[in-house]
């Protein structure tokens, strides 16, 4: 009747997954290349400087923001791309609806921590087996929605969030 309850007020997210980080890193500046309106969020301050590092091989500058510190004001009008997801799915919706976004890319590798603690290193395996290329995004429903149910058994396992620089100290300090 009034939609209260429906989760279609909830951003709409499309998850790309490559193989290795390295491949994220070259789609990032392919996507750059494409759309010189782009603008990276990351949450963790070590992937911020992995990209920034990329990128200044490339002689390129760009923006990438923290995502704690980005504002509305900061990205209106731009392509907004996420080159990481949040371990924890409720601080990530949180933030995607104070940014106002109806839709979200975000980009990960089966070699990121986040993955990795649930298995993304035998999916490697597997999708190499398959014949997957290696610059080749995997995007589907099923995926976003079985990230989304990783983030989840996470969030149920942290009682104190310790925040930390990186992806993979987050996963270390905090599912102990």
């Known amino acids: 009747m009034f939609k209260l309850f429906n989760k ?3 951003p709409k997210i499309t998850d790309r997954v ?9 789609y990032c500046k392919k996507i750059l290349t494409e759309n010189s309106n782009t603008v990276f969020i990351a949450w963790f301050d070590d992937s911020i400087n992995d990209l920034e590092n990329y990128f200044s091989q490339a002689n390129l500058q760009i923006p990438i923001l923290k995502a704690r510190t980005t504002s509305k004001s900061q990205i209106e009008g731009s392509n907004i791309i996420f080159i990481e997801h949040y371990p924890m799915k409720n601080k990530e919706q949180q933030f995607l609806e104070q940014l106002g976004l109806k839709e979200a890319i975000f980009l990960t590798s089966l070699d990121e921590p986040l993955l990795k603690y649930f298995g993304g290193e035998k999916l490697i395996t597997m999708m190499q087996n398959m014949g997957m290329k290696e610059d080749e995004p995997i995007e589907h429903t ?3 929605q079985s990230i989304a149910n990783a ?3 996470i969030k149920a396992r942290i009682s104190i969030e310790q925040s930390t620089r990186s992806q993979a100290e987050w996963m270390e300090r905090n599912l102990k």
């Open 8 to 10: 279609d007020n909830k």
């Open 18 to 26: 490559f193989i290795h980080k390295e491949n994220k890193w070259a």
């Open 142 to 144: 099923l995926i976003t």
């Open 151 to 153: 983030q989840e058994k």
